[in-house]
């Protein structure tokens, strides 16, 4: 499939073109475990609904899409600035054809992304890479290279010696062979990352100091959940996939963050004590003895994101 977008404020207009039939718009977002009902933010389509998410479509057809999320895992686009993770945007047909997006943008906009370059179009050869691949463009857009094989993309400042420090240290383990690009942006309604194969995205408040240990967890996802991955953890774009091994997935990863960040000397030893005995302070509450790790990395769709006061108790 091939997708045009137009960014407007608060908007983003998209013509797509591919084969007459049904289109499938994600319900979730990879490496965040929730159903969010990404469909939600459509606002015009030119085709007809035939689920909550599924659309019989011409081969040439447009849509709206509403995109004015603080959250990493979604899409915002204003005058100055726009960011789309794909799944909140683009819909799939066969997930193993090509897809493409060109941009219609500003000659002063400049663009990060790691899809593949070809001609004025950011292409994939599946849609599992391509919804693997943030996109984020602005005038402002600053690449700043940690190393040679590490670049953060922002519109905000940042420590750049501290994300050194950690991709260093945690390089001995990952050894990388492809370039990785850290999409970074502060905001004062939202904290937290999602991981991708080559990129991660993340978001902080503005008084947030110490980002050592989360640009740590999200790098390690490098390896840990998208190079090594429990065998049934494969993901279906419309329902939530099962595994016994979530805890592994997110709690060793991070453990290995918080060891990375003390290694490399990007936080002191002590704050990484603190972090460890805080996350150790969780298994003296009720829920500890009640749930299994198993029974919580199943459970994890439908409480982690959602955590209320009885969290602590059942989980």
């Not at 840990?224 to 997110?250: G, I, M, Q």
Request: charged share 30%; with cysteine; proline share 4%.
């Amino acid at each position: 499939m091939f997708f045009q977008v137009t960014p407007r404020s608060r908007y983003i207009e998209v013509i797509a073109k591919g084969r007459e039939g049904v289109v499938v718009f994600p319900t979730y977002v990879p490496g965040s475990y929730l159903i969010r009902e990404l469909e939600r933010n459509l606002v015009e389509i030119e085709g007809v609904r035939i689920s909550k998410n599924k659309f019989y479509v011409k081969g040439t057809f447009r849509y709206l899409v509403y995109a004015s999320s603080k959250d990493q895992r979604e899409a915002i686009s204003t005058d100055d600035y726009l960011f789309i993770n794909p799944p909140a945007v683009f819909p799939f047909s066969e997930v193993n054809e090509k897809y493409c997006v060109k941009l219609s943008l500003p000659s002063s906009w400049k663009v990060a992304t790691t899809l593949r370059q070809e001609g004025d179009a950011f292409c994939a050869d599946n849609y599992h890479d391509f919804a693997d691949s943030p996109i984020e463009a602005s005038p402002n857009l600053k690449l700043i290279e940690v190393d040679d094989m590490h670049v953060i993309s922002t519109i905000d400042d940042v420590d750049v010696e501290i994300v050194r420090k950690v991709v260093g240290e945690a390089d001995k383990v990952i050894q990388p062979s492809r370039k990785y690009v850290f999409h970074f942006r502060r905001s004062d309604k939202n904290f937290g990352g999602i991981e991708h194969r080559d990129s991660s995205a993340i978001v902080v408040p503005w008084n947030r100091e110490e980002l050592a240990i989360l640009f740590a967890h999200e790098y390690f996802h490098r390896l840990n959940v998208k190079e090594l991955y429990p065998a049934d953890l494969r993901h279906n774009y419309e329902r939530e996939v099962y595994t016994d091994l979530l805890w592994f997935s997110e709690g060793f990863t991070d453990y290995f963050a918080v060891k990375v960040a003390v290694r490399s000397g990007a936080i002191e030893r002590k704050k990484g004590l603190e972090r460890v005995l805080s996350a150790l302070h969780s298994l003296t509450f009720p829920g500890a003895k009640r749930v299994s790790l198993a029974e919580s990395s199943r459970t994890a769709w439908i409480k982690y994101y959602r955590q209320d006061e009885n969290f602590l108790n059942s989980s």
